[in-house]
């Protein structure tokens, strides 16, 4: 009787069972998500590296535009380098001063702000009325302005062109063979209209039904409701419209007649000569029309991916 062992007490159970705990945890692995195996870390280091090589593969042409720009004219031609032996701003110099690209910059900036400006307001109407307005052949309309994207300006040129002489002097009395006649042909575009009404497809009508219960009319749901909403898509616009209209060349070269009123891409001829071309001050003006744009991008890249991406989205 006295070598027979007593029951263990409540007490005591509970503390073999914490030391037992305790003793598994030190065995256990630490916690967290496991580590991947070694063939996907090597698959991802595949692929970023892939990645890096492409993106450096289209990188090269812009860091030898601006590499050419800080170049004296002698050694262009004097073989590849990826740097100047000799950095001068000679480039930026005959640019500014000597072709006085400082009102090609102007004159760039004035149409592509009026292109994209008009853009945002006029595809956002159009975009809201498509998505949200029921009227009598509201489908066969937005067919008919998908249509117009198949045909290229080249072929609409005379049309166009004897619209603006010809027919629309008569009424507004205005010479629209300059600046405002390029603004004019680009006032809205069919892919601004179709990103918008793609986008706003996708915003809930609950939204719109709660504005109808509070009395606001379609314009005011629009501008109060949609419209705040609708940033992503605004933004895809801008960028689109002002990245094509900065780079326009066609419509600018039909229209503008007067050397005070081109742009930077009908500028860039001039440094193209008979027998020789002007290479620094060419990539001079080259990086000063991709800047722009570069930083506009940048600036609001992940508002354009979202904008882009909801196109392909109908709610």
Request: charged share 15%; aromatic share 12%.
């Amino acid at each position: 009787m006295a070598d027979e062992k007593l029951p263990a007490t409540p007490s005591v159970l509970a503390a073999e069972t914490f030391a037992a705990a305790d003793e598994g945890a030190d065995k256990a692995p630490p916690p967290g998500i496991p580590g991947r195996e070694t063939g996907d870390r090597i698959r991802t280091a595949i692929v970023y590296t892939l990645m890096f090589g492409i993106a450096l593969l289209f990188a090269i042409p812009f860091l030898w535009s601006v590499s050419t720009s800080l170049r004296p004219t002698a050694e262009t031609v004097a073989g590849f380098s990826l740097l100047p032996h000799e950095w001068t701003t000679i480039g930026y110099h005959d640019m500014f001063h000597k072709y006085d690209f400082t009102r090609y910059t102007i004159n760039s900036a004035i149409i592509a702000g009026a292109v994209t400006i008009s853009n945002v307001f006029l595809a956002s109407l159009g975009g809201y009325a498509f998505a949200r307005l029921r009227f009598p052949g509201r489908e066969f309309l937005f067919l008919l302005v998908l249509g117009t994207l198949m045909i290229p300006d080249q072929l609409r040129l005379v049309p166009v062109y004897q619209m603006l002489v010809n027919i629309l002097p008569k009424w507004v009395h205005v010479d629209l063979v300059n600046q405002k006649g390029v603004i004019l042909i680009q006032l809205v575009s069919a892919t601004s209209i179709f990103l918008m009404r793609q986008y706003f497809l996708t915003i809930p009508r609950d939204l719109e039904e709660a504005a109808k219960l509070d009395g606001a009319g379609y314009f005011k749901t629009y501008r109060r409701v949609m419209l705040p909403l609708a940033g992503p898509a605004l933004a895809a616009v801008a960028i689109l419209m002002f990245q094509g209209t900065w780079n326009g060349l066609f419509w600018p070269a039909v229209l503008l007649q007067d050397r005070a009123e081109y742009t930077i891409p009908i500028a860039l001829t001039f440094f193209r000569q008979i027998y020789s071309t002007q290479w620094p001050p060419l990539m001079a003006a080259s990086v000063l029309a991709i800047v722009p744009v570069l930083v506009l991008f940048i600036a609001f890249q992940r508002y354009f991916v979202a904008g882009v991406a909801s196109a392909g989205v109908k709610g």
